[in-house]
């Protein structure tokens, strides 16, 4: 058995280990926060499908040097995990309560998993997003949600996989295509079912939840999302690392965070329309707004440490 394929089971065990152990604790406590909703085990039926997405990806690719896990990478996954969870606490929208034209959450902690998935590898990718959005979900109080958080740590995981490629440019104009391609399908979705109900609107003076129907901000924010990342592509052409973090963040947060809405489906039993218009596109949306803001800043402060420290 490879270091690498041994390396992968421990971080994907350690991550459900710590999901199951949250939720134990939170049921045999009477702790609120570290409960989830109804059916459980359909939501951990979906952990396990994502994390078989995540080692048959890794099956597939095992001879590439991107899966090597050390120290170094063990050490970014605990600091991406933590920056994520504790930034994901503070903009949730109740610690930092900010007046809005529509009901779309600040969810700017996104850039982290994109950022330490595009950094350090797929591995430290889905670590950051999945632990750290689960404790992030705990220090929020709104219960935990464990696929939600696997489609969390799919976003880091994927912008992760940039490193299949050793020519980074000739890979972005698939990754855009089939980010447009997204974008098209979800956007005619919330046209045809505009008055869906919003189901991550969140009104925290009256403290319930997916009352209203999706705004038109939120509504066509993958749309400005994806023209941010397309300005960001080509802006940025002679900067391949800032380009290529941009678009496979994107590529990252569509195919991640629509695994965990279209989970719902079988879990909430949610129909399409109120999958996707309600829960992914509010999801979704914003995150491209602020991964084509963010992530190129994290990329350029990254590489200015790395050249003041000559490596």
């Known amino acids: 058995m490879s270091k690498s394929l041994v390396n992968l089971v421990i971080a ?19 702790i609120t926060q570290l409960q989830t909703g109804e059916n459980p085990v359909l939501r951990f039926v979906f952990v396990i499908i994502g994390m078989v997405i995540v080692f048959a990806v890794y099956y597939a690719t095992r001879t590439h040097e991107m899966w090597t896990v050390g120290t170094r990478e063990v050490v970014y996954m ?24 529509s009901q779309v959450a600040l969810r700017p ?53 940039v490193f299949l ?3 980074r440019k000739k890979s972005l104009d698939t990754v ?3 980010s447009a391609v997204v974008v098209v399908l979800i956007t005619a979705l919330f046209l045809i079912n505009r008055n869906t ?14 009352d209203a129907p999706i705004s038109w901000f939120a509504g066509l924010s993958a749309v400005i999302g ?3 990342v397309l300005i960001i592509r080509f802006v940025f052409g002679n900067n391949i690392d800032v380009a290529a973090a941009v678009t496979w963040s994107a590529l990252g947060n569509f195919l991640g965070l629509g695994f965990a809405a279209l989970s719902d ?11 996707v218009v309600g829960e992914f596109l509010p999801a979704a949306g914003p995150n491209m707004i602020f991964a084509a803001i963010l992530v190129p800043l994290l990329v350029l402060a990254y590489a200015s440490v790395q050249r003041q420290s000559g490596r």
């Open 226 to 228: 994806l023209v941010l």
């Open 12 to 30: 994907l065990v350690v991550v459900f280990v710590i999901f199951l152990g949250m939720i134990l604790i939170g049921n045999a406590m009477g």
């Open 78 to 101: 605990a600091i991406g995990a933590a920056l994520y969870a504790v930034l994901s606490y503070l903009f949730n929208g109740t610690v930092f309560v900010v007046p809005s034209v």
């Open 165 to 167: 490629f050793k020519d």
């Open 265 to 275: 489906i079988w879990i909430n039993k949610y129909s399409l329309a109120v999958a």
């Open 176 to 178: 855009l295509i089939i």
């Open 109 to 161: 902690a996104i850039a982290i998993p994109m950022f330490f998935g595009f950094a350090f590898g797929p591995v430290v990718g889905f670590f950051t997003g999945a632990v750290g959005n689960m404790f992030g979900d705990a220090l929020t109080g709104f219960g935990l949600y464990p696929q939600w958080s696997v489609g969390n740590g799919l976003v880091g995981f994927i912008a992760g996989l």
């Open 197 to 210: 109900p919003n189901t991550l609107f969140f009104d925290v003076d009256n403290n319930v939840f997916g």
